[in-house]
């Protein structure tokens, strides 16, 4: 069963530009959220989708937004980037249902700006 | 709001040794998961071991435990016999599953403890 899968892996941007990022879940799977990690704020969540609707979102600006589809596949997007947007950004899939509440993540896009 | 404290930033460990990594959290609810999880070099976060709140019997996986004290809010985990593979970054983390009705995907993590394993 093929686990969670996140594209591109590695991306430099510019200050300015806009990035999307990809996000296939494990078959099955209806949640999926999204993590922001640096190495001075740690894990912070972003968003989280269940059925193609936010569900919950957590503290960051509104440059940063995200959609879900219909076959559970997530983006997330970024505009106006700026420096400090330089992070890991984690995908993480779960059932979605109210079970013991295992997320599998990603291996992440590493997102450079300069 | 909830928050969850690693008060170690890195811990080392002889190989075949056995290490405790810490971890307290802060939550006014009772019902609720905590977790360990495992983040190599390689960066994939993996799942390490699971507890729910409502069972006093503490979680166990292989060479892992963990020491879940609901009172004092402490949810230690301990490697036993450990491994070169166990070389990593742990993260505790919480969610509480009513959060919302809906919020099956939000974790509050904490700082992460970076382990290194001697051989």
């Known amino acids: 069963k093929a686990g969670v899968t996140q594209t591109p892996r590695y991306l430099i941007k510019t200050r300015g530009q806009q990035v999307t990022l990809s996000c296939s879940p494990i078959s099955g799977h209806r949640s999926v959220s999204w993590y922001q990690q640096t190495p001075g704020q740690g894990l912070q969540f972003l968003f989280e989708?269940?059925?193609?609707?936010?569900?919950n979102k957590g503290n960051f600006p509104g440059r940063f937004s995200g959609r879900q589809f219909s076959n559970s596949r997530s983006e997330m997007n970024v505009s106006t980037l700026e420096l400090g947007d330089s992070a890991l950004y984690l995908c993480?899939?779960?059932?979605?249902?109210?079970?013991?509440?295992?997320?599998?993540f990603g291996e992440g896009s590493r997102l450079t700006v300069l | 709001a909830q928050t969850v404290t690693q008060s170690q930033p890195e811990m080392s460990v002889q190989e075949a040794e056995t290490v405790t990594l810490s971890c307290t959290y802060d939550t006014s609810e009772s019902d609720y998961y905590l977790f360990w999880y495992k983040q190599p070099p390689s960066r994939q976060m993996i799942l390490v071991i699971r507890q729910e709140a409502y069972k006093q019997q503490n979680a166990t996986e292989n060479r892992f435990s963990v020491n879940f004290q609901k009172a004092a809010k402490s949810f230690s985990l301990k490697i036993s016999d450990s491994q070169l593979g166990d070389a990593a970054m742990y993260f505790c983390?919480?969610?509480?599953?009513?959060?919302?009705?809906?919020?099956?995907?939000?974790?509050?993590f904490g700082q992460g403890t970076i382990l290194t394993v001697h051989p």
């Open positions: 983390a919480y969610r509480n599953p009513n959060a919302g009705g809906t919020s099956y995907g939000k974790l509050t």
């Open positions: 989708y269940f059925s193609e609707t936010q569900r």
């Open positions: 993480a899939s779960s059932l979605g249902v109210r079970t013991s509440g295992e997320l599998f």
